[in-house]
């Protein structure tokens, strides 16, 4: 699975073939803190975007001092309420690793890491269709955060 996250990372610089479906910027009806629980609150957030700039979402990073989890979660704002493949992945430093692969998605994809006192990094993906012979946008791979 991390041989697969690094690798969609290498080929975002690559053209791509364009996919089907609208880019149009829609309104997400989901938040962060909807998609990853009450109880998160928002460390940190990224764009999510093609090779040539165009953003598809934002990939956030949220805790939960109930859980001591850290969730990722890959928001869309193009190709909303499409079916296309929408990815997600989070690491943290003691080894727990956790992602959402393979699977199309309307609004957003999320993952889980129990991570307490521990550096986490994570990762968002968004396809502009329901195979990755469509165009890619890609978050870049985070620096580790929550580290202190």
Same mark, same amino acid.
């Given at each position: 699975?991390?041989?697969?996250?690094?690798?969609?990372?290498?080929?975002?610089?690559?053209?791509?073939?364009?996919?089907?479906?609208?880019?149009?910027?829609?309104?997400?009806?989901?938040?962060?803190?909807?998609?990853?629980?009450?109880?998160?609150?928002?460390?940190?957030?990224?764009?999510?975007? $093609?090779?040539?700039? !165009?953003?598809? +979402?934002?990939?956030? /990073?949220?805790?939960?001092?109930?859980?001591? =989890? #850290?969730? &990722? @979660? $890959?928001?869309?704002? !193009?190709?909303? +309420?499409?079916?296309? /493949?929408?990815?997600?992945?989070?690491?943290? =430093? #003691?080894? &727990? @690793?956790?992602?959402?692969?393979?699977?199309?998605?309307?609004?957003?994809?999320?993952?889980?890491?129990?991570?307490?006192?521990?550096?986490?990094?994570?990762?968002?993906?968004?396809?502009?269709?329901?195979?990755?012979?469509?165009?890619?946008?890609?978050?870049?791979?985070?620096?580790?955060?929550?580290?202190?």
């Amino acid at each position: 699975m991390i041989k697969r996250v690094f690798a969609a990372v290498a080929t975002a610089g690559l053209t791509l073939l364009a996919g089907a479906g609208s880019a149009d910027a829609a309104t997400n009806p989901y938040t962060a803190q909807q998609a990853c629980g009450s109880s998160y609150y928002l460390q940190h957030s990224m764009p999510v975007t $093609t090779a040539s700039g !165009a953003t598809y +979402g934002r990939v956030y /990073l949220m805790y939960s001092n109930t859980t001591k =989890k #850290n969730c &990722a @979660v $890959t928001l869309k704002s !193009a190709y909303v +309420g499409a079916s296309t /493949l929408t990815e997600v992945y989070i690491e943290s =430093k #003691n080894g &727990a @690793v956790d992602g959402e692969f393979d699977h199309t998605h309307l609004y957003y994809a999320n993952a889980y890491v129990y991570s307490p006192n521990d550096c986490v990094r994570y990762q968002g993906f968004i396809w502009s269709g329901a195979t990755t012979s469509s165009t890619l946008a890609a978050s870049a791979l985070s620096g580790w955060h929550g580290c202190g």
